[in-house]
């Protein structure tokens, strides 16, 4: 292979196999410069990663040498600016299916990381003149790589010293919480590069500092099941955002990096942006992966200023040809591997959640609705529906609820506006004798708060099972 002016690229040099056991054996990959190696590893099957010399990053986080590094459940890469040696082994023997030739075929890294220069450009001139940083947002079609590149772009920042408070507005996936949240969290250290965003914080010691999200619970799959209640919670987490910048000089200067869920070009998505652009005063607004939503939000956002009045800028950007597709059975296995993670702990940590009886009535448990098909943006009634206050029933057995920073007497508006304190599973529920089974991380009495049950995440087979 030969690229104009850079000679002949090395080819890839085969794979050495040095066979530590026979059940396990160890795979060599030696990346060039610029390469990056994709892998794949399924739910209940783990990949061993070690770099053994130069160095590599995922997701814009550096692997420490000779440190293994185990994934499961996980889609992803590893990527070398400078060229690296991994050794690569599966437990399970499935090395081959798990992972493709090394390649620096479509990758979009460096134009990436040119984005990332560029943001610190104007972090440093935003720190000299006492201003905000860039608030950026990233959006795009579904599985565009949105997700990696907010990682990436926090895991530079954060190497460079920085510390962006990143914002989760994909209700789908939780960020530092379950799946159904809206959260945001500053980062000012590294990211345990194992899992999505590093754990959800729990009881449990751990060797990365953990970071303490703020979260909601917006509890539905998709913004457009309610789109006024998803717009509401939003106001709620730019409001708690916008004054964490006002306080913080290191946060303000580093901005604010902004996740979103994929653009539902058919259902007012372009809408749902524009209140993220405009709740968050975005000024940098990055499409990634698709010509046709770059040109309707350079459309919609033309002469448009932020509430700091500076011109908002739109960058379109190509998606990568890693980025792979996670059909719902894997994300569902991921949303349940985050649940018990939560409960129970990960291979490194050992949680003991504690189980309690309660009565029907010792606890006040509220439903998050979908809008109603009739209702309307400006509909009074409609705002009244979006939270309501329910009996416990079979219907929430393996469900997971949120336990809110609010009382029990607090108004449905007071509690839908409240954050997360942390979740509860409900284990089993006895109709007969009006009694629940519970499960929670600490020992605490549930009934002075409120339990918010919504659709999402969807009930879970059994975490006791
Ligand atoms: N270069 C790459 N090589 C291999 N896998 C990749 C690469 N880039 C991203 N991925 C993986 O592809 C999957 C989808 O990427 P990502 O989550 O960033 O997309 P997204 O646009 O945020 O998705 P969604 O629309 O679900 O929010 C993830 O599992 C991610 O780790």
Not at 4 to 26: K, Q
Not at 377 to 383: A, F, G, K, M, V
Request: with cysteine.
């Amino acid at each position: 292979m030969s690229i104009p002016g850079l000679g002949d690229l090395a080819p890839a040099a085969a794979p050495v196999v040095t066979s530590s056991s026979a059940a396990a054996p160890t795979i060599t990959e030696v990346l060039e410069p610029f390469w990056e190696y994709r892998f794949e590893v399924p739910h209940g099957s783990t990949l061993d990663i070690k770099l053994v010399s130069g160095t590599a990053e995922k997701d814009g986080t550096e692997l420490a040498p000779n440190t293994t590094y185990t994934f499961t459940a996980m889609k992803s890469k590893i990527n070398t600016w400078h060229g690296c040696t991994l050794e690569i082994s599966s437990p399970s023997g499935n090395y081959d299916a798990y992972t493709s030739e090394p390649t620096a075929d479509e990758t979009p890294m460096v134009s990436y990381l040119n984005l990332h220069f560029k943001l610190e450009a104007f972090r440093t001139a935003a720190q000299k003149a006492g201003q905000t940083g860039p608030r950026v947002l990233v959006v795009g079609p579904p599985n565009s790589g949105k997700t990696s590149l907010v990682k990436m772009l926090t895991g530079w920042a954060t190497r460079m010293g920085r510390q962006p408070l990143v914002i989760n507005t994909d209700c789908r996936e939780g960020m530092l919480a379950l799946p159904g949240s809206l959260s945001a969290a500053v980062f000012a250290t590294i990211i345990d590069i194992t899992t999505d965003w590093g754990s959800t914080p729990s009881s449990g010691p751990s060797a990365v500092p953990v970071k303490l999200p703020l979260v909601y619970n917006y509890g539905l799959g998709q913004p457009e099941e309610n789109m006024r209640l998803y717009k509401r919670v939003l106001s709620r987490l730019a409001v708690t955002a916008t004054s964490r910048l006002a306080e913080d000089p290191d946060v303000k200067t580093a901005g604010l990096l902004i996740d979103t869920g994929g653009v539902n070009v058919s259902k007012g998505g372009y809408d749902h942006i524009a209140h993220i652009v405009a709740e968050f005063s975005v000024n940098i607004v990055l499409v990634i992966g698709s010509e046709r939503i770059g040109s309707e939000i350079q459309k919609k956002f033309a002469g448009q200023k932020t509430s700091l009045d500076e011109p908002i800028t739109v960058v379109s950007l190509d998606k990568s040809g890693g980025v792979v597709e996670r059909d719902t059975g894997f994300l569902q296995q991921v949303h349940e591997a985050a649940i018990k993670e939560y409960f129970f702990g990960d291979s490194n940590t050992t949680l003991s959640p504690f189980t309690q009886q309660v009565d029907f009535s010792a606890l006040s448990i509220w439903k998050i609705n979908p809008a109603s098909a009739s209702a309307t943006l400006d509909d009074d009634i409609y705002s009244d529906a979006m939270l309501e206050k329910i009996e416990p029933s079979l219907m929430i057995q393996n469900c997971v609820l949120s336990v809110n920073y609010a009382s029990i007497h607090d108004s449905a508006d007071t509690i839908r506006d409240s954050n997360v304190m942390g979740y509860v599973y409900v284990a089993e529920v006895d109709e007969k004798r009006r009694k629940l089974k519970i499960l929670a991380p600490v020992n605490a009495r549930l009934g002075d708060r409120p339990l918010l049950w919504g659709s999402w995440p969807e009930p879970m087979v059994s975490l006791l099972g």
